[in-house]
Structures are given as C-alpha cells and as structure tokens.
C-alpha cells in the first residue's frame, strides 16, 4: 500500500514568505512565496515514496470560526503582499499536478484532518506534513504521523505524549486551558502546559475535572487558583475547546485513486511559469504529463 502525504499549503505559503528571498512577477507584484512552494512541492515529490499527494489551503482566512468567537484569527496583521499570494499559489499548486483543497467556510487543517481520517485505512501511512499543535489530535499510533518539514522530523502517538504529557484525544482539552496564540484564543487564565498536561494526563477532559479542589485525584501546585480560574471562566475553555476540535467531515470528494500524482502537466506549467517569471522553474519537473 502507498503513503499519503497531506500538505498544509497555508503554512508552506507563510513559511516560504518569511523564509524565501522576494520576488516581482513581471506585472512588478511580490511573487517569492509562491516561487518558494513551488521549488519545495517539486523536491518534495522527487522524493522517494511520495507517490500520493494532497494540498490543502486557506482560501480566506476566515472561517466558520470567527462567528463563534472574535478573537479568532484572520487576515488583520497579515501583509498585503502575502495575502494577494493566497489564490496565485494555489493555482500553482495545481499546475504540478497536485490536487488542491482551497478552503473557506473550514480551515485547510480541517481538510487535512478529513483526509487523514478517511484514507488511514487504504494507505501504509498517512504524512501530515504541518508542524502546527492543532494538527496532532489527529495521530493515531504510527499509522496516522506528523512531519516537520523544517525541522526534518517525525511525530507519531508516543512523541504527541511526550512532547504534550497528554494523548492525542486531549489536545483540543489542552489548548483550551492553556491557548493557542497561532489561532488567537488566549485560553484559561493561570493554567499553563504543565498544570494542563498533569490534570488532563488524569482526567482528559475538561468537563471530567472536578470543579473542586479537593477532589483532585492529581497532585498539582496551585490547584486552588487552578480551580477557582476554571470554574469561573468554564464557558470560554469549552469554547475554545471546540475551536482548537478539527473537523472530520469536509466535504471531500477526491478518492485516493484521485490523489496520485502522475506528473507536472507540461503546457499549464510552462505557461505559469512564463506568466510569473518562473523561467529557472521550467525544467525542474522530471516526471511530465504531456
């Protein structure tokens, strides 16, 4: 059985933006971090046993999340010159032949987390290659892994316990208590990762911790403070519980059949490439659809 490598398009976007030289497209737009995905899809597909492949991007930044809470992260703060390279590398990633899901009432973790779940079970392993907290709920054993592509590393179930001291099953538990300032919930005041790490460790969810101290079956310094900062601000950690919870129920409709990867279509990239000034791009491909 083959792997299945997801990839997290919006944050290769923004990686390659702050890590990428800039660029002008001809028309003089800022164009590098599109260049910079390009050049790292197609040595991510020369690699050996990436055969299967899906990209997933945030088309808007903004999702159905923002309705449930304001603080929720959006295009503010994102530079302009960034956000005009959103639809511009999607339609890139689609000229290497890679399929895309541009998402924006979900989240392109959402579409990750969806595929991971429905095609776990005819793959050898599924890859998702995003290094973001959020995205480790969704590993299952060794069979569904994180991978950083910075960092070069791996994270399978036993690494989510070691790195967070709670099971995959917690980690929306987790960032509820202690925030996630990537998507802009702040968490529960005073609860931090090594109080919520201990307590979820015990009880794994929220709503199972005793809102009494005292009945604590965990021993944990502040526990009072602890207590009384949960019972008091309960609403908002189950909030952002449920936003830190990726959904598994995008309406996908590739088959993995669909996401092999049979080669760069010769003409729509040559063609792209020509229109962005992508002229040392054009014979990098090795595997062509003609």
Known sequence: MPKLHLLDGTYELFRSYFGAPPRKAPNGGEIGA??????????????????????????????????????YKSE??????????????????????VPV?????????????????????????????????????????????????RKKAFIDEDGVMEKFGVGPESIPDYLGLVGDTADGFPGVKGWGAKSASLVLAKYRHIEQIPLEADLWDVTVRGAERLVE???????????????????????LTETLADLEWKGVPRERFIDFCDQYGFGSLRDRPKTWID
């Open 76 to 97: 503010a703060g994102v530079p302009p010159e960034l956000l005009a390279q959103f639809p511009i590398v999607e339609d890139a990633m689609e000229v290497l032949g």
């Open 101 to 149: 899901w541009r998402m924006d009432e979900y989240e392109a973790d959402d579409a990750l987390a969806t595929a991971a779940v429905r095609f776990a079970d005819e793959v050898e392993q599924v890859v998702i290659m995003s290094p973001d907290k959020d995205m480790t709920q969704c590993i299952v054993g060794k069979k569904i892994v994180g991978f950083d592509r």
């Open 229 to 251: 900062t949960l019972r008091s601000s309960i609403t908002d950690a189950l909030l952002f519980r449920f936003l830190a919870v990726l959904r598994r129920d995008v309406p």
């Open 34 to 71: 599109v260049h910079g995905v390009m050049m790292s899809t197609i040595n991510l597909l020369q690699e050996e046993g990436v055969t299967h492949l899906g990209a997933a991007f945030d088309s808007e930044i903004r999702s159905f999340r923002n309705a449930l809470y304001d603080g």
